[in-house]
């Protein structure tokens, strides 16, 4: 055996035992990633639920990951005051969770494709529960099946369970309207517009106004991630927020249009490189842009 192999044997088989001991709650609990090596072993493991968040019910039919249950992200967002795609309330996410057979300590993999990369929804979504055990699969559906891992067309048989919410929910990773106006104010605080600079500028938009929130720094979220949509090297991504003064020590709010790809911020700045004070503003600018007496700056000519 040369050294070369040595070495990536040696690197699975620590990835491998660090899934390991996330997925029975050891000392590597605070991951949100497991490799696709750990989720082949494990897939008869019991208390796991896997769950296919691709876009398209069509593409879970053709295959999926072995016992992987479908959930479409919109599944999870209602209109809140009048405000679409808002993370809709505890107790009905709990109803949702409990029929895929999702219990408080049951572990969660959840898996889309790159082209959307969709799943750090329900990650942010299971922190704001406090659910401890969930993660996402590296390289998403698209890495699974390149790499020749098992599918299938067979739908899992799933029996109901109850999920029980805590006292208490993990308010931190949530924003509030009332919070994020404060922010502006709050030279402690860094709002994060991770759209694409043509809607920060104004330039476009879908939005009742466009432009963005005053103040708020714009980093796309696709710069977090290689030209195949996995995610870049933690050391060069903490360089290039901290360059822009997004930094470890302040109070970080994220944005887009409804939600859904702050939540892959979310998890690049909370769960990768380990940020403490870390939230998603998911009425976004969809609420922002809709409440007239709220500034909004453009760079548009």
């Known amino acids: ?3 070369n192999t040595y070495v990536r044997r040696l690197a ?7 899934g390991i001991a996330y997925a029975t709650g050891g000392e590597s609990a605070l991951s949100r ?8 072993a494990n897939l008869g493991r019991p208390n796991l639920r896997i769950i296919d968040q691709r876009y398209g019910i069509e593409f879970y039919w053709q295959n999926h990951v072995p016992n992987a249950v479908h959930l479409y992200p919109d599944v999870l967002t209602l209109a809140d005051g ?31 494709e790159v082209v ?20 996402l699969l590296r390289g998403e559906f698209d890495r699974w099946q390149a790499e020749g891992r098992p599918l299938t067309q067979a739908f899992p048989t799933i029996r109901a369970k109850e999920y029980r919410l805590p006292a208490k929910l993990n308010d931190s990773v949530r924003a509030t309207l009332s919070q994020v106006e404060a922010a502006v104010k709050d030279k402690k605080a860094v709002i994060l ?11 476009k938009g879908f939005t009742k106004r466009r432009g963005h929130i005053p103040g708020a720094i714009n980093r796309p979220w696709l710069k977090d991630l290689k030209p195949d949509y996995t995610w870049r090297d933690p050391a060069e991504l903490r360089k290039e927020y901290e360059s822009l003064g997004v930094t470890p020590d302040k109070d970080i709010i994220i ?47």
């Open 1 to 3: 055996m040369n050294i």
């Open 12 to 18: 699975t088989s620590a990835l491998l035992v660090a």
């Open 33 to 40: 990633f497991v490799e696709p090596e750990w989720l082949q």
């Open 82 to 112: 009048g405000v679409p795609s808002k993370l809709m309330p505890p107790a009905m996410l709990a109803q949702i969770l409990g029929r895929m057979g999702i219990t408080e300590t049951t572990m969660v993999v959840s898996y889309s």
């Open 116 to 135: 959307d990369s969709l799943s750090p929804y329900l990650t942010w979504a299971l922190d704001y529960l406090g659910h401890e055990r969930h993660a």
């Open 193 to 203: 517009d991770v759209r694409s600079p043509a809607m920060y500028q104004g330039i």
């Open 255 to 301: 944005y887009c249009n409804k939600g859904y790809r702050s939540t892959h911020t979310y998890v690049t700045l909370k769960h990768l490189l380990g940020y403490p004070d870390v939230a998603v503003y998911d009425g976004s600018f969809s609420e922002w842009a809709n409440i007239d007496s709220l500034p909004v700056d453009t760079l548009a000519h």
